[in-house]
């Protein structure tokens, strides 16, 4: 069984999810709101509550408010949306890649760096070049950015969803059940890896 996790671990999950949400846009806003009001609740309880994680009541940290079939919804929504940039984002690179001979045969794996670059990750003989073509267009770069927002949202969208649902049957257990919700580290990277047959998101 999972330990209940402290505010303070609880309030860093949250802006994790918030600040995918931000990368991703206005068209998660839905999404976005829930975790917000979660993130709330869990901040005006860490300044009230002085006692040990154990002691700290998960009715405390329930958004209100909310409705299961509305964030069911939202996470539909992003889906949707993600899978049409998905799409996009991999046909563009597909493009720029065999235009300007690079070999796709044993994968290239992408990210976002901390600056906002888009880089490779791991040994590739073309790391440079690829990097540089990258760079060189913006409007895919931005695309990619919002892409791994967006991967990154529907991952925490989903667990909302099951955690609020949960909830409803019994909040103490739910807390329990879903610390990836409210991890407390925020070092959880989008890795997008693309090769001739596969367009692959893996988070680590």
């Known amino acids: 069984m999972f330990p209940i996790h402290s505010p303070g671990q609880l309030i860093a999950g949250a802006a994790i999810a918030k600040q995918a949400a931000s990368v991703a846009g206005s ?18 309880q860490s300044k009230l509550e002085k006692g040990t994680p154990s ?75 690829i990097e540089s073509l990258l760079a060189g267009d913006q409007d895919l770069t931005n695309d990619f950015k919002k892409l791994s927002g967006l991967e990154s949202l529907t991952k925490k969208a989903k667990e909302a969803y099951q955690f609020q649902k949960a909830y409803a049957e019994n909040s103490q257990k739910a807390v329990q059940d879903y610390p990836s919700l409210f991890n407390q580290s925020n070092e959880e990277k989008v890795t997008i890896r693309i090769s001739q047959q596969a367009f692959d998101i893996k988070f680590s």
Do not use: C, M, W, Y
Request: hydrophobic share 35%; net charge positive; proline share 3%.
């Open 27 to 44: 068209a998660v806003s839905g999404t976005g709101q829930f975790l917000n009001q979660l993130a709330s609740k869990v901040s005006g």
């Open 55 to 129: 002691e700290i009541p998960a009715a405390s940290i329930a958004p209100t408010g909310l409705n299961l079939s509305g964030i069911n919804n939202q996470v539909s929504s992003i889906k949707e949306e993600t899978a049409a940039l998905r799409k996009s984002v991999s046909g563009r690179l597909r493009q720029l890649f065999t235009k300007n001979g690079i070999d796709l045969n044993s994968g290239v794996n992408l990210q976002t760096d901390e600056l906002g670059r888009v880089r490779v990750q791991g040994d590739h003989p073309d790391k440079a070049f």
